[in-house]
Nanobody
Framework: QERLVESGGGSVQVGGSLRLSCAAS??????????MGWFRQAEGQAREVVAV????????YYGLSVEGRFTVSRDNAKNTMYLQMNNLQPEDTAKYYC??????????????????????WGQGTQVTVSS
């Protein structure tokens, strides 16, 4: 389902920064008790996880290629999620999708949000990084 709207994409040079935002398409919707995440898909490539975050924002997971450069956060009062992207590289060029509504997964070592089983998705926003 497309219940989310991404914004903030664009074209930047290597080393630049962008901040993506994700908001509910309908203000009556709320995802405060679910995982949220950012995914991306480059041309000819498979979709990959960029970052996921739990309800309280205390758990965050980043894909290895972006860890240390990207920061995910959320504001449940505004029902909005953000992705701060710093030191962008050409390899980051992709369409970025916001997702919400995944149930946390419990494991022996803890609870996480690493799954592609998200109920709600945005239309995507293009990020292009050039040198």
């Amino acid at each position: 389902q497309e219940r989310l709207v991404e914004s903030g994409g664009g074209s930047v040079q290597v080393g630049g920064s962008l901040r993506l935002s994700c908001a509910a398409s309908d203000s009556s919707y709320t995802f405060s008790n679910t995982c949220m995440g950012w995914f991306r898909q480059a041309e000819g490539q498979a979709r990959e996880v960029v970052a996921v975050i739990n309800t309280g924002g205390t758990y965050k997971y980043y894909g290895l290629s972006v860890e240390g450069r990207f920061t995910v956060s959320r504001d449940n009062a505004k029902n909005t999620m953000y992705l701060q992207m710093n030191n962008l590289q050409p390899e980051d060029t992709a369409k970025y999708y916001c997702a919400a509504g995944a149930s946390p997964i419990k494991t022996d070592w803890g609870t996480h949000c690493i799954t592609e089983s998200y109920s709600y998705w945005g239309q995507g926003t293009q990020v292009t990084v050039s040198s």
